[in-house]
T-cell receptor, first 113, second 112 residues
Framework: DGGITQSPKYLFRKEGQNVTLSCEQNLNHDAMYWYRQDPGQGLRLIYYSQIVNDFQKGDIAEGYSVSREKKESFPLTVTSAQKNPTAFYLC????????????FGPGTRLTVL | AQSVSQHNHHVILSEAASLELGCNYSYGGTVNLFWYVQYPGQHLQLLLKYFSGDPLVKGIKGFEAEFIKSKFSFNLRKPSVQWSDTAEYFCAVNDAGNQFYFGTGTSLTVIP
């Protein structure tokens, strides 16, 4: 089955701790994305990567970091510098090109206590 | 940056009613337009997309959308909704670049 997996589904962390969210895809897509979804705010882009070993900041990158060492994987680290990290995080992938749709994972709900 | 507006935040309809959800975007150049749906407990999935050709596009489950360039709009329609259409709907725009811009979403509740 081709798709995107995100783990874990729910994640709890104490304030001040860094946490890494996993995103893996087996769709052979070059482009991968991380979004944050908050009620009433839609999806906001955190980071995206068009190719291995390259990534760009999105609209709300502050307090987050990513890596893209493999085509299949695009982990997101939520650092202690992120002021309001509790949110639903979505990973997506696509074939590069604006007319190609994105495929989304099931999401990770992060709660920082 | 682009902006995408979805003016209907929460819509409640009875089954068999007609649906129209508004979507307006800010960019005046070439755009690719998408509607995604998020059913309760499920992944976001594509309903339909437009990138060229006939401005009236048809998607899955009887949905369609019309691209009106002069109005910067890409409204989603369905002639007769079903209870199973209860979901959150997102409009998204790509300005032929690498980023997608999403609206704030419209929550649709269909009452049986």
């Amino acid at each position: 089955d081709g798709g995107i997996t995100q783990s874990p589904k729910y994640l709890f962390r104490k304030e001040g701790q860094n946490v890494t969210l996993s995103c893996e895809q087996n769709l052979n897509h070059d482009a991968m994305y991380w979004y944050r979804q908050d009620p009433g705010q839609g999806l906001r882009l955190i980071y995206y990567s068009q190719i291995v070993n390259d990534f760009q900041k999105g609209d709300i990158a502050e307090g987050y970091s990513v890596s893209r060492e493999k085509k299949e994987s695009f982990p997101l680290t939520v650092t202690s510098a992120q002021k309001n990290p509790t949110a639903f995080y979505l990973c997506a992938s696509s074939i590069p090109g604006g007319f190609n749709e994105q495929f989304f994972g099931p999401g990770t709900r992060l709660t920082v206590l | 940056a682009q902006s995408v507006s979805q003016h209907n935040h929460h819509v409640i309809l009875s089954e068999a009613a007609s649906l129209e959800l508004g979507c307006n975007y800010s960019y005046g150049g070439t755009v690719n337009l998408f509607w995604y749906v998020q059913y309760p407990g499920q992944h976001l999935q594509l309903l339909l997309k437009y990138f060229s050709g006939d401005p009236l596009v048809k998607g899955i489950k009887g949905f369609e959308a019309e691209f009106i360039k002069s109005k910067f709009s890409f409204n989603l329609r369905k002639p007769s909704v079903q209870w199973s259409d209860t979901a959150e709907y997102f409009c998204a725009v790509n300005d032929a670049g690498n980023q997608f811009y999403f609206g704030t979403g419209t929550s649709l509740t269909v009452i049986p």
